[in-house]
């Protein structure tokens, strides 16, 4: 029977919840979340089985040891005393990745650098040869987290951020991530039960994340490959098992899935992608103005917009955003619309009161998103609870 160990999935800000909650159905045990990342625990078939399924993780890491380190040459002496040929040979290529919070240790690079120089010095007294530092496509990436003295050395078996998703070949300006997209779905509370809408689709990436999801498609199935792969137990056999398992469960969606946007380049480009995650017959798209579309009926709708911020707008972004409101109200009745945005100001000119406010972040912008519920024969929203 495999062992079980500890693994830690990483992800943005406001998704541990959701993370933690994939994690549970996905049979993960011991699920703890913490700040931008949640611990599990599981196997190394569990460890495939996250990397290909999870919708919101970025990467998966498996913490190998502990210890405390007071100052960088504690640093180098941990990492030259490591056992590191139970995971590497000095023909492998590796990488350190560090995270570094407090006082002790400042510069991530820095640390990197030392705990690099340990690892090689160990392999050059041993052996007289040593491992190389490959940067893009390593045998091996060593995650090394510092918070204060406390350090711990993890392998990170995804490689790549598991945003990265293989679907998506052509992209607008500022195109929405991935993970970010699976977890604004997850978040709206959307589970697939009613036609999905995104009237203002760019490359289309909310539109494939949410076919996915209805469609119960692993999040990963179109990567082309994880850190996992290059390491020293990797067993292809029960991948393969893993992966058929989870294909076995797709199902095929009996809601609409519908996209559209003003741009003609916008269409072409969500074209691509959705025909890059083999999606095209689940997908409906169109050239259309969001002013310009009518809902097709009195049935339930689920609608999430990523509209212009403002920071790349020409013209009258308030107007915009008033515009979006009054659509809301006059075409969109009996419709969970939900917004996100980083231009504050310009979300009042919404004139809707949300439901809820979601603090998250687009990259290092701040954002919101805000849920506004347009009820079936109104055009106003009904009396809310406050936030």
């Given at each position: 029977m495999e062992?079980?160990?500890?693994?830690?999935?990483?992800?943005?800000?406001?998704?541990?919840?959701?993370?933690?909650?994939?994690?549970?159905?996905?049979?993960?045990?011991?699920?703890?979340?913490?700040?931008?990342?949640?611990?599990?625990?599981?196997?190394?078939?569990?460890?495939?089985?996250?990397?290909l399924c999870l919708r919101t993780a970025l990467k998966i890491l498996k913490p190998i040891h502990t210890a405390r380190v007071q100052d960088e040459e504690a640093l180098y002496q941990l990492f030259y005393d490591f056992p590191w040929d139970d995971y590497l040979d000095v023909d492998s290529s590796f990488v350190i990745d560090s995270v570094v919070h407090g006082t002790v240790f400042k510069h991530?690079?820095?640390?990197?650098?030392?705990?690099?120089?340990?690892?090689?010095?160990?392999?050059?007294?041993?052996?007289?040869?040593?491992?190389?530092?490959?940067?893009?496509?390593?045998?091996?990436?060593?995650?090394?987290h510092i918070q204060e003295d406390f350090c711990t050395l993890s392998l990170d078996s995804s490689g790549a951020s598991l945003h990265r998703?293989?679907?998506?070949?052509?992209?607008?300006?500022?195109?929405?991530n991935e993970v970010l997209a699976a977890g604004l779905i997850q978040l709206s509370g959307w589970k697939g039960e009613v036609d999905f809408l995104d009237p203002m689709?760019?490359?289309?990436?909310?539109?494939?994340?949410?076919?996915?999801?209805?469609?119960?498609?692993p999040a990963n199935i179109n990567r082309?490959?994880?850190?996992?792969?290059?390491?020293?137990?990797w067993d292809a056999d029960l991948y393969e098992k893993?992966?058929?398992?989870?294909?076995?469960?797709?199902?095929?969606?009996?809601?609409?899935?519908?996209?559209?946007?003003?741009?003609?380049?916008?269409?072409?480009?969500?074209?691509?992608?959705?025909?890059?995650?083999?999606?095209?017959?689940?997908i409906h798209l169109e050239k259309k103005d969001f002013?310009?579309?009518?809902?097709?009926?009195?049935?339930?709708?689920?609608?999430?917009?990523?509209?212009?911020?403002?920071?790349?707008?020409?013209?009258?972004?308030?107007?915009?955003?008033?515009?979006?409101?009054?659509?809301?109200?006059?075409?969109?009745?009996?419709?969970?619309?939900?917004?996100?945005s980083s231009n504050l100001e310009a979300l009042k000119y919404v004139g809707l009161r949300p439901s809820r406010k979601i603090k998250l972040f687009n990259g290092k912008l701040e954002t919101r998103f805000m849920y506004y519920p347009i009820y079936k024969g109104t055009k106003r929203i009904h009396k809310l609870n406050k936030d």
């Open positions: 062992e079980n160990f500890k693994m830690i999935a990483k992800t943005f800000y406001g998704f541990e919840a959701i993370l933690a909650q994939e994690l549970r159905t996905l049979g993960a045990q011991e699920v703890k979340a913490g700040n931008r990342m949640v611990s599990f625990v599981g196997d190394l078939g569990f460890l495939y089985k996250a990397n991530s690079q820095y640390a990197s650098q030392k705990a690099k120089d340990g690892l090689v010095d160990q392999f050059r007294n041993r052996f007289q040869e040593r491992p190389n530092v490959d940067l893009n496509r390593p045998d091996l990436r060593i995650n090394l998703r293989g679907y998506r070949t052509t992209t607008n300006i500022a195109p929405l689709c760019g490359s289309g990436t909310l539109l494939i994340e949410a076919a996915m999801m209805a469609s119960n498609i082309k490959e994880f850190a996992f792969e290059k390491w020293t137990d893993i992966e058929e398992s989870q294909l076995k469960k797709i199902v095929n969606p009996s809601i609409k899935i519908s996209g559209s946007d003003k741009a003609p380049s916008a269409i072409e480009k969500a074209k691509i992608n959705i025909e890059n995650a083999n999606l095209t017959e689940f002013f310009q579309i009518e809902k097709e009926s009195e049935a339930p709708l689920h609608l999430i917009l990523n509209p212009p911020y403002g920071t790349r707008l020409e013209g009258d972004i308030n107007a915009l955003y008033q515009g979006i409101g009054d659509a809301f109200k006059q075409s969109f009745s009996n419709t969970q619309a939900w917004l996100i």
